[in-house]
């Protein structure tokens, strides 16, 4: 899996099996799915139009599952918890002559690098909307919009049979969820963000939710004097490639992939690069920084 972002979509692209609730929905093999936000004059007549539209632009070809929302994709919320990696835009809106809450759009993305069955993907789906649902009606909101979706979707051997909110997948997608919809809500109300918020799930000095950020990080440079920082909380990952990392033991007896000594992203040709041609795949970046260190060798 990868991701990147437009001014008003979040592409992301991987061999996925993947079932979603939005326009022209359902479970099939995929190869991309996004999150569009579409314009304040938009038709609501011709929903499945804009998929088709979105889809030609970026050349993504057929093989698509898609969201519509009107909330812009600065208030974007990225979730990581282990091998799941939730993405949350919402936003509610106010009647304005009585003030009271109209309707709106939550979509949530559930990605998984660990496959799951058909039937765990539409648990998956089950689990997100009832720690929606629970979130909002704790904050004093409806359950949720008539026009919410969400996608679930894994890649690689499938090694989930369920997905239930006590099962590993899914206790990391309703802990993720449950701290992603009041932050992506509180983003879209506040009006002031101006790039996508990034939570991390860490266990150090006690289990909790991590905000990263690009700005005074306390860690610079944690690599190396000049890198680039643009790509810190990094859109390949887990990227599974052994050059760039490994796995390692987790504090759950299990593994998690480590790439700690990575530093492709963070060196500023490729990282110009990738800004320059968002879909290029990992393996497209590989290949440039090995041509634009040859050319520097005498």
Request: charged share 20%; proline share 7%.
């Amino acid at each position: 899996m990868r991701y990147y972002l437009d001014t008003t979509t979040l592409f992301i692209r991987g061999p996925f099996r993947a079932a979603s609730t939005g326009i022209s929905g359902g479970i099939r093999s995929v190869t991309t799915l996004f999150n569009h936000t579409v314009p304040a004059e938009w038709d609501h007549a011709s929903p499945i139009k804009e998929i088709e539209l979105v889809t030609a632009a970026a050349g993504t070809g057929p093989a698509v599952l898609g969201l519509l929302t009107a909330v812009p994709i600065r208030h974007l919320c990225v979730l990581q918890y282990d091998f799941i990696t939730v993405f949350v835009t919402a936003g509610i809106r106010q009647e304005p002559a009585s003030g009271a809450t109209g309707a709106g759009t939550v979509n949530i993305i559930v990605y998984s690098s660990e496959g799951m069955e058909d039937s765990a993907l539409l648990e998956t789906i089950l689990v997100a909307t009832e720690a929606k649902a629970e979130t909002m009606l704790a904050d004093g909101r409806y359950s949720g919009t008539p026009t919410d979706a969400v996608i679930a979707a894994c890649e690689g051997e499938v090694k989930h049979r369920y997905a239930g909110r006590i099962t590993e997948p899914g206790r990391r997608v309703r802990d993720a969820v449950l701290k992603g919809v009041p932050e992506a809500l509180r983003r879209y109300e506040s009006g002031l963000a101006q790039e996508p918020a990034f939570f991390i799930y860490s266990r150090f000095q006690g289990e909790h939710w991590v905000e990263w950020s690009p700005h005074n990080c306390p860690y610079y440079p944690c690599h190396f004097p000049g890198q680039r920082c643009d790509f810190c909380y990094c859109p390949f990952y887990p990227c599974k490639n052994e050059e760039l990392g490994e796995w390692s033991p987790s504090s759950s007896n299990g593994q998690v992939w480590n790439c700690s000594r990575c530093t492709l992203l963070h060196e500023p040709v490729v990282a110009d690069y990738l800004k320059r041609y968002p879909d290029a795949p990992l393996e497209e970046l590989v290949r440039y920084r090995k041509q634009q260190k040859e050319k520097i060798i005498p």
